[in-house]
């Protein structure tokens, strides 16, 4: 039995990242914790805070496991003999296993964690009671190369015609999970009293902003600090400081240069502020270390020219093909807004200073419409403050304002095309104000930064086979026809059903032009060879 003729096409590879699916699950921690020894007695907490640090995320058959550890941080009051306050950490590990149907081994995961609720209650002067909601949104990705036909390997032919289509098409250059540490040594103002002791801080990026330079990715912004600290010159006087440090920093990415396009995605994992002595050996030093985790994905834009169709006029080819997902950009951008708010104060006594208003934005929802992605949201505030109350000098507040935005995408139309997209949400300011002794007017401007891509499919050509025509039913077909176009023809259709050239067709009537119209006459006749 002879084997089957085939024609050699030519290939050009393009990489990719394909999402292949997404998951949310949640957590619910319970624990109890026993203060260390050395802790005095917690007669009230004032505030608390948490962080969640993913440390393995392991890709198997239908199953993603997942390790990380719950950072909690407690301010709380204490007797009058042990300092008033007092600060105290822990940390609770977990575990999570997370059906995914269809991923391998050799699949990418990105976990994404926010903590919904974080509870921390008293059960006795020694024990706390932590209750959390975790929520992990993750996000299956696999890297792919095709291998796409653009032409054949011998050439195109009086008796081969090849039909080519031009796309442009997005080509992953690199996608990667990587840290990068920024430290820094600050000063004290000099209108504040050396530290005895830092009860509290929080730290928060600021404007954070991502630029492609060759080899690697520049970050840049300022990490803003809150702290509330004892006075070395009255261990009972709370003093409250703010302080804007302006941050640059930079992670290795071979791919990374000026052209590309990017998308970063950053998040702070852990930070450390200690106070330090001065050359005079008094503290007024603060050594800050913060740890920045990059999620990057980096692309390039490319134009190709793939092989769509092909016939023979002599033979029959017979093309196999398969359909390829390729995605092209739609839109990125920046959309910013401003949230307002008074927030109410405890009636705690009159209020002598704002230690720090903390914000963080939680997106739950995205509905892309005509134009348009519509985000909806929250941002959460916590306001920790000094009031003049013996029995309580130090207070705390929390408040939740929701938001609906709407962030405009040019060209999108969920009807008509499949999307995909991200969308990371962040503070670029948050300022308080005293209103009075009761009131505290919050302003925040809040950044939605968005990608959006289109996903298309395209037939790539495998393989093309060399079937010899039946002479027979050749010699019982007429040689001259008469057609007359029908809706949705073209002579590319026309020319190869009855294998005749387009510049046949054109010369034998006449044309100056390859477009026909419905209802045109043609006269084709037929020259097998």
Not at 61 to 83: I, P, T
Not at 114 to 123: R, V
Request: hydrophobic share 40%.
């Amino acid at each position: 039995m002879e084997s089957a003729q085939h024609v050699e096409c030519e290939w050009q590879q393009i990489h990719v990242m394909s999402e292949k699916g997404k998951a949310v699950t949640q957590i619910t921690l319970d624990d109890d914790y026993n203060l260390a020894e050395y802790k005095p007695d917690i007669l009230k907490i004032i505030e608390e805070k948490g962080q969640v640090r993913m440390e393995e995320a392991k890709v198997e058959k239908d199953l993603v496991r997942l390790r990380g550890v719950l950072r909690f941080e407690v301010l709380y009051k204490s007797s009058k003999e042990d300092g008033h306050f007092n600060h105290l950490q822990g940390e609770i590990p977990f575990q999570e296993n997370v059906r995914m149907e269809g991923s391998e081994e050799y699949d990418m995961v990105f976990v994404v964690p926010e903590i919904e609720d974080l509870s921390i209650g008293l059960i006795n002067s020694r024990k706390l009671e932590i209750r959390s909601l975790i929520t992990l949104q993750l996000q299956l990705r696999q890297p792919a190369a095709y291998s796409l036909a653009t032409g054949l390997a011998g050439g195109e032919t009086e008796q081969v015609q090849v039909r080519r289509e031009e796309v442009t098409a997005l080509e992953l250059l690199g996608q990667k999970k990587d840290t990068s540490r920024f430290r820094s040594e600050l000063t004290l103002p000099s209108n504040k009293p050396g530290i005895q002791e830092i009860l509290w801080y929080s730290l928060q990026p600021r404007a954070l902003e991502s630029r492609m330079e060759e080899g690697r990715i520049t970050l840049s912004g300022e990490l803003l600090i809150h702290m509330t600290y004892r006075s070395s010159e009255d261990s009972e006087q709370m003093q409250c400081l703010e302080l804007a440090v302006p941050m640059q920093t930079q992670v290795d990415a071979a791919e990374a240069a000026p052209e590309v396009l990017s998308w970063v995605r950053v998040r702070l994992v852990s930070s450390d502020l200690e106070s330090a002595e001065d050359f005079d050996g008094e503290e007024r030093l603060l050594q800050l270390e913060a740890v920045l985790e990059l999620d990057y994905t980096l692309w390039q834009e490319r134009t190709l020219t793939l092989l769509q169709d092909v016939y023979a006029t002599g033979s029959d080819l017979r093309c196999t093909a398969k359909d390829v997902t390729l995605q092209q950009l739609l839109v990125k951008n920046d959309s910013r807004f401003r949230l307002n708010e008074r927030i109410a104060l405890e009636d705690g006594g009159q209020v002598m200073q704002i230690c720090s208003c903390v914000g963080t934005v939680q997106v739950e929802d995205v509905t892309p419409g005509p134009g348009r992605l519509e985000v909806s949201g929250i941002l959460k505030l916590k306001l920790l403050y000094i009031a003049a109350n013996d029995e309580m000098p130090m207070m705390a507040v929390s408040e939740t304002l929701p938001f609906n935005e709407v962030v405009e995408v040019a060209g999108l139309d969920p009807a008509k095309s499949k999307i995909s997209y991200d969308l990371e949400a962040g503070i670029d300011q948050l300022t308080t104000a005293l209103l009075d002794q009761s009131q505290v007017e919050c302003k925040a401007q809040i950044r939605l930064c968005v990608i959006v891509f289109e996903n298309y499919t395209v037939k790539n050509v495998e393989e093309i086979e060399v079937v010899p025509l039946d002479g027979e039913q050749l010699r019982t077909q007429p040689g001259m026809i008469g057609y007359i176009v029908k809706n949705g023809d073209d002579l590319w259709n026309i020319a190869k059903a009855n294998r005749v050239t387009i510049p046949q067709i054109m010369e034998l009537n006449g044309l100056t032009e390859e477009s026909v119209q419905p209802g045109n006459k043609l006269m084709i006749v037929k020259t097998i060879g």
